[in-house]
C-alpha cells in the first residue's frame, strides 16, 4: 500500500493507497488509476496473493482423512478449497488492468467455492453439535462474503465494495489460520 502510485476508480487523483476507497487488486495493477507506473506494489502485491493461493491448496491438501468424520463431506470441502485457491493464485497473475476478464474469473474462482466450503462446514457444525468459536468466524465470513458475493452479482461499485472486500480478506485470513491451528491439533494428537 505504501508503494502504490494512487488514485482510484472514482477519484484518479487521490493520493496514494486510500485504504477505503481502493480494492485490494488496486495494488496489484501494472499502471495504478492515476497514470504512474505501479513497479514496485504490482509485482510484491501479485507474488504474495499467489503465494497465498498456493498457501490455501496446501492447507486443503493438509486437512487429512481426519479432519472431519465424513469422507464425502471432506471431499467437497478439498475439491472447493482447491478450486478456491487456484482462483486465488489467478487473481496474482492477472492484473486487472491488464487481464481484467482473468482478474474477474479468479475473484469468482475463490469467492464462489470458499462460500460453499464455509456453508459445508457451518452444516458439519450444526449437524453434529459443534457450536465452538470456529463455527462463530465461519459464520461470518460466511455472511460477509455472502453481502460482497451479491454486491458482484448486482453491480454495486461504490467505497462500500471497498470496505467489505477489506473485512472478507482479513476474515478470511483469520479463518484459515483457525483451520491451521485446527490442523496442527489433529497432528499433534494423532502422533502423541
Given at each position: 500500500m505504501f508503494f502504490y502510485g494512487g488514485g482510484t476508480s472514482w477519484n484518479k487523483s487521490a493520493e496514494g493507497y486510500t485504504f477505503w476507497h481502493n480494492v485490494l487488486s488496486d495494488l496489484g495493477r501494472t499502471v495504478s488509476y492515476s497514470g504512474v507506473p505501479n513497479t514496485v506494489s504490482s509485482p510484491m502485491f501479485n507474488i504474495a496473493l499467489s503465494f497465498f493461493g498456493i498457501c490455501?491448496?496446501?492447507?486443503y491438501l493438509s486437512m487429512g482423512k481426519n479432519?472431519?468424520?465424513?469422507?464425502?463431506?471432506?471431499?467437497?470441502?478439498?475439491?472447493?478449497?482447491?478450486?478456491?485457491?487456484?482462483?486465488?493464485?489467478?487473481?496474482?497473475?492477472?492484473?486487472?488492468?491488464?487481464?481484467s476478464d482473468y482478474h474477474m474469473l479468479g475473484v469468482w474462482m475463490w469467492a464462489l467455492p470458499l462460500f460453499s466450503v464455509l456453508l459445508l462446514?457451518?452444516?458439519?457444525?450444526?449437524?453434529?453439535?459443534?457450536?465452538?468459536?470456529?463455527?462463530?468466524?465461519?459464520?461470518?465470513?460466511?455472511?460477509?462474503?455472502?453481502?460482497?458475493?451479491?454486491?458482484?452479482?448486482?453491480?454495486?461499485?461504490?467505497?462500500?465494495?471497498?470496505?467489505?472486500?477489506?473485512?472478507?480478506?482479513?476474515?478470511?485470513?483469520?479463518?484459515?489460520?483457525?483451520?491451521?491451528?485446527?490442523?496442527?491439533?489433529?497432528?499433534?494428537?494423532?502422533?502423541?
Amino acid at each position: 500500500m505504501f508503494f502504490y502510485g494512487g488514485g482510484t476508480s472514482w477519484n484518479k487523483s487521490a493520493e496514494g493507497y486510500t485504504f477505503w476507497h481502493n480494492v485490494l487488486s488496486d495494488l496489484g495493477r501494472t499502471v495504478s488509476y492515476s497514470g504512474v507506473p505501479n513497479t514496485v506494489s504490482s509485482p510484491m502485491f501479485n507474488i504474495a496473493l499467489s503465494f497465498f493461493g498456493i498457501c490455501i491448496i496446501v492447507i486443503y491438501l493438509s486437512m487429512g482423512k481426519n479432519f472431519l468424520r465424513s469422507y464425502w463431506l471432506m471431499l467437497l470441502i478439498l475439491i472447493g478449497g482447491i478450486i478456491s485457491g487456484t482462483g486465488t493464485v489467478i487473481i496474482g497473475f492477472t492484473p486487472d488492468d491488464k487481464l481484467s476478464d482473468y482478474h474477474m474469473l479468479g475473484v469468482w474462482m475463490w469467492a464462489l467455492p470458499l462460500f460453499s466450503v464455509l456453508l459445508l462446514f457451518i452444516i458439519y457444525g450444526v449437524i453434529n453439535g459443534i457450536y465452538d468459536n470456529f463455527l462463530f468466524i465461519t459464520c461470518a465470513l460466511a455472511i460477509a462474503l455472502f453481502i460482497h458475493i451479491g454486491q458482484g452479482v448486482t453491480g454495486l461499485w461504490s467505497p462500500i465494495v471497498a470496505a467489505t472486500q477489506k473485512i472478507v480478506v482479513y476474515l478470511n485470513i483469520i479463518w484459515y489460520l483457525w483451520i491451521c491451528r485446527k490442523i496442527s491439533a489433529q497432528e499433534v494428537t494423532t502422533f502423541s
